[in-house]
């Protein structure tokens, strides 16, 4: 698999993006390109991108606002219609629905409460690029940490992702108030997935739960042909 090119992009306030890179490097075997959010252009030929977790700029405005609109979003909104696979997890969620590559809006959690936790998933479509080491209806134990995960949408577009099987993960428990328990979605054309739990930190025993693991196996598996 060391032919495998990913890119893990950081923003000024990230603090995953080290536990997404070793996540992807154990995966794939190739280390990660790091990219500045700064930077206008991503590297040549990659097969994977992804967003990580943290605070980026603070959580001004809104969670992930700023950060959308940083000069590396637009090569990532380019390359995310060419169709290379685009993750984003916590915060890179956020920024990925205030980028416009997702629907909805990641709100404050219900009760104004910053959750740190492993949580009960329901993986929801096993047939994605991302989850297709999973089985429907697997349960998972993946940990979460945000302020901002209450997933919201219209009740159209709910019934929409709901329909079209872009629900990706959905909360076995209540956890943050997300609109029908919904903890991940991909968009239209199954290339981008954002999702609040951190599957990077669930990619081996030691860290108390190996079940993110599939989640990097499903996409280098996918790309690669493995």
Request: hydrophobic residues 45%.
């Given at each position: 698999?060391?032919?495998?090119?990913?890119?893990?992009?950081?923003?000024?306030?990230?603090?995953?993006?080290?536990?997404?890179?070793?996540?992807?490097?154990?995966?794939?075997?190739?280390?990660?390109?790091?990219?500045?959010?700064?930077?206008?252009?991503?590297?040549?030929?990659?097969?994977?991108?992804?967003?990580?977790?943290g605070?980026?700029?603070?959580?001004?405005?809104?969670?992930?606002a700023?950060?959308?609109?940083?000069?590396?979003?637009?090569?990532?909104s380019?390359?995310?219609?060419?169709?290379?696979?685009?993750?984003?997890?916590?915060?890179?969620?956020?920024?990925?629905?205030?980028?416009?590559?997702?629907?909805?809006?990641?709100?404050?959690?219900?009760?104004?409460?910053?959750?740190?936790?492993?949580?009960?998933?329901?993986?929801?479509?096993?047939?994605?690029?991302?989850?297709?080491?999973?089985?429907?209806?697997?349960?998972?134990?993946?940990?979460?940490?945000?302020?901002?995960g209450?997933?919201?949408?219209?009740?159209?577009?709910?019934?929409?992702?709901?329909?079209?099987?872009?629900?990706?993960?959905?909360?076995?428990e209540?956890?943050?108030?997300?609109?029908r328990?919904?903890?991940?979605?991909?968009?239209?054309?199954?290339?981008?997935l954002?999702m609040?739990?951190h599957?990077?930190?669930?990619?081996?025993?030691?860290?108390?739960?190996?079940?993110?693991?599939?989640?990097?196996?499903?996409?280098?598996?996918?790309l690669?042909?493995?």
């Open positions: 698999m060391s032919g495998f090119r990913s890119a893990v992009v950081t923003f000024p306030g990230s603090n995953c993006d080290r536990d997404m890179a070793v996540a992807l490097e154990q995966v794939s075997g190739a280390a990660p390109f790091r990219v500045w959010h700064g930077d206008a252009d991503l590297p040549q030929r990659l097969d994977f991108i992804a967003l990580p977790g605070f980026s700029y603070g959580d001004y405005l809104r969670s992930g700023m950060a959308a609109r940083s000069p590396i979003m637009r090569a990532v380019e390359a995310a219609a060419r169709g290379v696979p685009v993750l984003g997890v916590c915060n890179g969620f956020q920024v990925l629905t205030e980028a416009g590559l997702l629907p909805g809006a990641l709100m404050r959690n219900a009760g104004i409460r910053f959750v740190c936790r492993e949580v009960a998933l329901t993986v929801e479509n096993s047939q994605s690029l991302f989850t297709a080491r999973y089985a429907t209806g697997q349960q998972l134990r993946v940990p979460i940490a945000h302020h901002d209450n997933f919201f949408a219209d009740a159209e577009t709910l019934d929409r992702l709901e329909g079209e099987g872009r629900v990706a993960f959905r909360y076995g209540p956890v943050n108030g997300s609109a328990e919904i903890a991940g979605v991909l968009n239209a054309a199954g290339n981008v954002g609040m739990p599957p990077e930190r669930a990619i081996e025993p030691a860290l108390g739960s190996s079940d993110g693991r599939a989640l990097f196996e499903s996409a280098v598996g996918s690669v042909g493995a």
